[in-house]
């Protein structure tokens, strides 16, 4: 038992091995992605918030005005309808050769 268990516990490591590699291996293969720097733009745009963010904190706001929640209107039970009883479809007469 111990030895199927330490062969098995090979097969599987060697695969997995095996695995990897064959993606190393195609991953150098493939063409390099193009690398955009965008750190650049980022900050100039935070930049620009931080200085609207606070010329608009100067002015101050009249604060809105809640309105009010609004109860929806009791449900009433829908009416049971009864279902109507379809009659049953005539078969055609077995015709005789």
């Known amino acids: 038992m111990n030895k199927k268990k330490k062969t098995t516990r090979k097969k599987h490591r060697k ?3 095996r695995v990897k590699n ?3 291996a195609s991953l150098l293969k493939a063409k390099p992605k193009k690398v955009v ?3 650049k733009i980022e900050s100039m745009k935070e930049k620009e918030v931080k200085k609207t963010s606070t010329e608009k904190t100067v002015a101050k706001k009249a604060p809105a005005k ?3 929640a609004k109860k929806a209107p009791a449900k009433k039970a829908p009416a049971k ?3 109507a009883k379809k009659a049953p479809a005539k078969k055609a007469p077995a015709k005789k050769d």
């Open 15 to 17: 695969n997995q091995q």
């Open 22 to 24: 064959l993606i190393k």
């Open 37 to 39: 720097t965008t750190t």
């Open 66 to 68: 809640k309105t009010a």
């Open 81 to 83: 309808k009864t279902a």
